[in-house]
């Protein structure tokens, strides 16, 4: 399935983000990943639970019915099932089949969000979780805040396209935080280590961005490096360091680094469900760039210009039966990468052959 292999969705023996801590209630919640239907609800003890959607008598979607305590009550025909998943009342018969239960996958919550393993239970390892601490995402240097979320019109790997390849902001985001007169950004550098793709971005000498200046309390011209890491197959966190210039000397004085926050999880083979949060080092009091980010029009727009790009691409490949024609450029390199790692981890969960990663097998054309 493009820009994959055909046949290749995803790999379903990772964890992926299924919702914002904060979403899950006492009122069933449903959620499409990985192309199936699943419901998320809270416990009387808060304990979250994630079943599979459909009720197996005539398959009605179980987000529409009630709890009754901590069981889910179909509203079709009554069925119960409890958070384990089995079945615990068919109001027109005594006996319950075995084969009457509901699929319950394996949750862990870390920082502000819901993790999900849709694969095989047993391989369920919580340690394969990126590792928040070392993303920065409970440091606390930093404020960081989540909660913003779309469902894409697109398929999951062209938002990790995105996400990966910064050069789309000067020109893509244009009319909204990229507008700083910068330019295209370069990408010195990409480094790839088991399934974590590295990357380095930088602008030497632009204006400071508008939706910065409210920060930072400065408005004249800056640096700024990006170190991106992808955490295949779902997390991307990018550390964004801005330093001001003087304009007489040429030297950097540090002002304050951000945290871009990203998670993407597969929904259907043709959207994806996007989180996003920030998170900044510096004034850890009012305003709070995660605030401006649910706040600001700009940056809105901004956000709403990458869902738009990935929209108009998946409407491409619709109207090319399913693949389009790509040069690949060398800015492409840490895209090329992140999918090759997806590639192999499917693979390697179908019986395909896998192989490591070198970074030669990375480089696109030219």
Known sequence: MYP?????????NQWYVAAWLSEISRTPK???????????????????????????????????GKLIGDDIECPYHGLRFGPDGACTLIPSQDTIPAAC?????????RWQWLWIWMGDPALADETLIPDHVEAKLVDTDFRNAGG????????????H????????????HRDSFGGDGGG???VPEVTVHENIVTCSFSQPNIACPPFLSELLGYDGPVARQYISYFYAPCMHVIWDSISKLDPETGKAEPLGALLHIHAVTPATKNTAHYFQGEGQDFS????????????????SKALDEDVSATRLIEQSIAACHGRIPEILLKADKAA????????????????????????????PAA
């Open 30 to 64: 449903e959620r499409m990943i990985l192309d199936e239907p699943v419901i998320l609800y809270r416990t009387q003890a808060d304990e979250i639970v994630a079943l599979a959607g459909l009720c197996p008598h005539r398959g009605f979607p179980l987000a529409s």
């Open 148 to 159: 913003n979320y779309y469902l894409v019109p697109g398929r999951y790997v062209l938002l």
């Open 284 to 299: 850890h009091t009012e305003p709070c760039l995660a605030e401006v980010f649910r706040s600001s029009e700009l940056v």
């Open 184 to 186: 295209a950004i370069q």
């Open 101 to 109: 239960r509901l699929r319950s996958y394996p949750v862990a919550a």
């Open 336 to 363: 090329v990468l992140g999918r090759r790692i997806l590639q192999a981890m499917i693979r390697a969960e179908d019986g395909g052959q896998s192989h490591r990663l070198e970074p030669a097998d990375a480089m």
């Open 4 to 12: 994959l292999e055909d046949g290749c969705f995803a790999p379903r």
């Open 161 to 172: 396209d995105n996400l990966l390849d910064l050069n789309h902001v000067p020109f893509l």
